[in-house]
């Protein structure tokens, strides 16, 4: 399980959260690398307290897109499935496979043949609900982090 380790950044007079530890922001934290932010003196995360970037949340479904067909899980569920779709489902959901909210869903692969092709995220799916933060296949969460550090390197 790779669930989103989370860091707190102040940029200006705003406080944000990120996936990138400060060690890995050499200059200026990328907007890409940014979660979203903590409003006011808030010290715990609430659908009242977060507001979600939706520019992280595009990176995070192209990461998706670029890496999950070389994801050994997906991989292997593919093969399994031989055809049709394969949902992409937020680990963190504490529901039955069956019963998953559309907020812990994060998309979906075309199967063909077992191979996984094109992608469709999901606009339902949220960067945060009462269950945490997005807890990510382990292959995608570490293709996350290492496009993050390209562009936090980048600068």
């Given at each position: 399980m790779?669930?989103l380790?989370?860091?707190?950044?102040?940029?200006?007079n705003r406080?944000?959260?990120s996936?990138?530890p400060?060690q890995d922001?050499p200059?200026?934290l990328?907007?890409?690398?940014v979660?979203g932010?903590?409003?006011?003196?808030?010290?715990d995360?609430s659908?009242?307290?977060?507001?979600?970037?939706q520019?992280?949340h595009?990176?995070?479904?192209?990461?998706v897109?670029?890496?999950g067909?070389?994801?050994?899980?997906?991989q292997?569920?593919?093969?399994r499935?031989?055809?049709g779709?394969?949902?992409?489902?937020?680990r963190?959901?504490?529901?039955?496979?069956?019963?998953?909210?559309?907020?812990?869903v994060l998309?979906s692969?075309?199967v063909?043949?077992?191979?996984?092709?094109?992608y469709?995220l999901n606009?339902e799916?949220?960067?945060?609900?009462p269950?945490?933060f997005?807890?990510l296949?382990d292959?995608?969460?570490a293709?996350?982090?290492?496009?993050?550090?390209g562009?936090?390197?980048?600068?």
């Amino acid at each position: 399980m790779a669930e989103l380790e989370l860091h707190v950044f102040t940029v200006g007079n705003r406080r944000v959260l990120s996936v990138l530890p400060p060690q890995d922001v050499p200059g200026r934290l990328p907007p890409e690398a940014v979660v979203g932010e903590l409003l006011g003196d808030a010290e715990d995360v609430s659908a009242d307290t977060f507001v979600p970037n939706q520019t992280f949340h595009a990176l995070l479904h192209w990461v998706v897109l670029k890496h999950g067909p070389g994801s050994p899980a997906l991989q292997a569920a593919a093969l399994r499935a031989r055809t049709g779709h394969l949902v992409v489902i937020d680990r963190r959901t504490r529901a039955a496979p069956e019963q998953v909210p559309p907020q812990d869903v994060l998309g979906s692969f075309v199967v063909e043949d077992g191979i996984l092709t094109g992608y469709a995220l999901n606009p339902e799916h949220q960067l945060w609900t009462p269950d945490g933060f997005p807890d990510l296949d382990d292959h995608v969460h570490a293709r996350l982090l290492m496009e993050l550090r390209g562009l936090a390197a980048a600068g």
